[in-house]
């Protein structure tokens, strides 16, 4: 599964800021840690505020923080923000769609292997890249 550069973006933010999920993140400092194009960046900040993901705060002393208990936000709720076609039964071989009667040969072991892919994704928290130190 390829993942768009948007959602590559935006697990790298999210993990970055989950590092101290109390913590008040400005653009510039998640530009400085994540070298993400500023304009994009600013898109994506107000993309994830929309969704709930994170929280905006104005003002002087303002920025964003993660909106919830980074226990309870899996990679799988991020990736649904940004990507249409996750749950889209995707064919291995690149036809539009699995319309073919019967199906190809890799037509079970391909929708196994997504099947697997999106249980990690649902089981997978920011506390778990936490707590094992990683950053996407």
């Keep these: 599964m390829n993942f768009s ?13 989950a590092k101290d999920d109390t913590k008040l993140y400005s653009v ?4 400085d840690a994540l070298k993400i ?3 994009y960046l600013k898109k994506q900040m107000t993309v ?3 969704s709930g993901l994170i929280k905006s705060i104005q003002g002087r002393q303002g920025g964003y923080k993660i ?7 899996y990679l799988y709720d991020i990736i649904s923000v940004t990507e249409d076609n996750i749950l889209q039964n995707v064919c291995f071989f690149g036809y ?10 890799m037509h079970e072991k391909w929708a196994s292997v997504r099947e697997n892919m999106i249980g990690v994704l649902k089981k997978t928290s920011l506390n778990d ?3 094992n130190n990683k950053t996407i």
Aim: with cysteine.
């Design 96 to 105: 539009p769609d699995c319309n073919r009667r019967p199906h190809c040969v």
């Design 37 to 39: 194009p500023l304009r």
């Design 48 to 50: 994830l505020s929309k």
């Design 129 to 131: 890249l936490k707590e």
């Design 5 to 17: 550069k948007t959602t590559e973006y935006a697990l790298r933010i999210l993990s970055f800021m």
């Design 28 to 31: 510039n400092e998640i530009y």
């Design 67 to 73: 909106a919830g208990n980074i226990r309870n936000i």
